[in-house]
C-alpha cells in the first residue's frame, strides 16, 4: 500500500492506494468518527451492480443507506443533487453522518457537492473505482453541471480520506480507461518531462498495463495533484494549470452532450489542441508527430468531431470558468513542464480550429 499526504490550507488528508486498501475502511471509520451516526453510500447504476455488494459487506456493521445515480454525467444534474439530498433527509442523516462517495469523477463531484451542502456541510470520504478518478478524487473541485456551463455549480469542499483499491479497476472498460489514462498525460506534461518520457517509452497499450505500471503512474498524477493544489487550493493562481487541455476539451463535451464523448477523450483532443496553440503563441518545441503517434496507437481519436463548428465552441468555451470578461485564457506550455496561462485573441482561436 502506497501512502500519499495531501495538503491543502484548509485541511489534510491521506491516499491510501493499493490493492486491497478498501478493507482498511471499517477500521479508519473506527478510529477516525467514534460518534458516527449513519453513513450513505452515493454510487452510480454501473458500479453498484458490478462492486456495492463487495462493499456492503465490509460496511455492514454500520448498515449503510445507499443512494444510486445514473452512469456518467447524468449524474451530475440539479434534480439528481436535489433527490440526493432528499434521500439523505428522509434517512434523517446528521452533522455526524458521513458520505462515502463509491465510483468515478461523475459520482464523487456530486456526492462531494452534496457533503458540502448538506446541513453547511457534512463529511465524506472518496472511494474511486475509475482512473479517472485519481484526479477528480483528490483536489476538493466538487460540483454539478449547469446546461449552459460544466462545473459550474460547485464549491470547494475536500475529502476526510481517499481509498484507491485498485482491485476496483478490474472492470473498467476500454473507454475509461482512455478517459483516465488522458489525465494521467496531462499531468506529465503540465509538471515532469522525465514522467512523459517514462509514460512513453513504457505504455504502449492501454490493454496490457502491468499492476506495477498502473500503481506508479496513479501515484505519479496524484503527487503532481498535490504539488498544485497544496499551494493554490482554490485555483486563484497555479492550479488552473491542471486545466490543461479542459478549455476545449469541456466544450467538445458541452457541444456533443454530456455524456456522448468522455471526459478524458475530450480532454486529449484539447491538450492536441493547446500544444499545437503552444508552439504557434509561445514557441513551444515539442516532437508533435510523436506524441500523436503513440496516442493514435493507444486508441484514442486525434481530431475533433466533423460535426462541431469553431463558433459554437468559441461560445462554449466563453463560458470556461477560466475565462474573463469573455476572453478566452487557454492554458499553454512554454516547454514541458512549464504551463503557463494565456488569453487567445478569437480571431486566432477560429484560424487555429479550422486548421484543426
Request: net charge negative.
Amino acid at each position: 500500500m502506497n501512502t500519499i499526504q495531501i495538503k491543502t490550507k484548509s485541511k489534510e488528508y491521506q491516499v491510501f492506494l493499493g490493492e486491497g486498501v478498501s478493507h482498511n475502511i471499517p477500521l479508519f471509520l473506527t478510529e477516525h468518527f467514534p460518534q458516527l451516526t449513519k453513513i450513505m453510500i452515493i454510487t452510480d447504476e454501473l458500479v453498484a451492480k458490478i462492486h456495492l455488494d463487495s462493499l456492503l459487506q465490509k460496511l455492514k456493521k454500520w448498515d449503510p443507506i445507499v443512494f444510486i445515480t445514473p452512469s456518467g454525467e447524468q449524474a451530475k444534474t440539479f434534480e439528481v443533487y436535489y433527490q440526493a439530498l432528499s434521500a439523505a433527509l428522509e434517512n434523517h442523516l446528521d452533522r455526524k453522518s458521513l458520505i462515502l462517495s463509491f465510483g468515478g469523477g461523475a459520482v464523487g463531484d456530486l456526492s462531494g457537492f452534496v457533503a458540502a451542502t448538506f446541513m453547511r456541510g457534512i463529511s465524506f470520504i472518496q472511494i474511486p473505482t475509475t482512473i479517472l478518478a485519481h484526479d477528480s478524487a483528490v483536489g476538493g473541485k466538487v460540483a454539478i453541471n449547469h446546461p449552459l456551463g460544466k462545473n459550474m455549480v460547485g464549491a470547494f469542499y475536500q475529502p476526510e480520506a481517499v481509498f484507491y483499491d485498485l482491485a476496483w479497476l478490474s472492470t473498467l472498460p476500454p473507454e475509461e480507461i482512455r478517459s483516465g489514462f488522458a489525465e494521467v498525460i496531462k499531468h506529465a506534461l503540465i509538471h515532469d518531462q522525465e514522467f512523459y518520457e517514462w509514460l512513453i517509452a513504457s505504455i504502449e497499450s492501454l490493454d496490457s498495463i502491468t499492476a506495477q505500471q498502473l500503481s506508479y503512474f496513479l501515484m505519479k498524477g496524484i503527487e503532481i495533484k498535490n504539488v498544485f493544489v497544496s499551494e493554490d487550493e482554490k485555483e486563484h493562481g497555479v492550479r488552473a494549470f491542471l486545466n490543461f487541455g479542459h478549455t476545449l476539451g469541456h466544450a467538445i463535451e458541452a457541444e456533443m452532450g454530456y455524456g456522448n464523448f468522455t471526459h478524458g477523450e475530450a480532454v486529449l483532443i484539447g491538450m492536441i489542441f493547446a500544444l499545437k496553440l503552444s508552439e504557434e503563441v509561445v514557441g513551444l518545441s515539442f516532437n508533435h508527430e510523436k506524441f500523436v503517434s503513440w496516442i493514435e496507437k493507444l486508441g484514442y481519436v486525434v481530431k475533433l468531431p466533423n460535426q462541431l463548428s469553431a463558433q459554437r465552441l468559441i461560445s462554449w468555451m466563453k463560458q470556461d470558468k477560466k475565462s474573463i470578461d469573455q476572453s478566452v485564457r487557454f492554458v499553454l506550455l512554454e516547454e514541458i513542464g512549464e504551463p503557463i496561462l494565456k488569453e487567445i485573441d478569437d480571431s486566432l482561436l477560429i484560424e487555429s480550429l479550422n486548421q484543426f
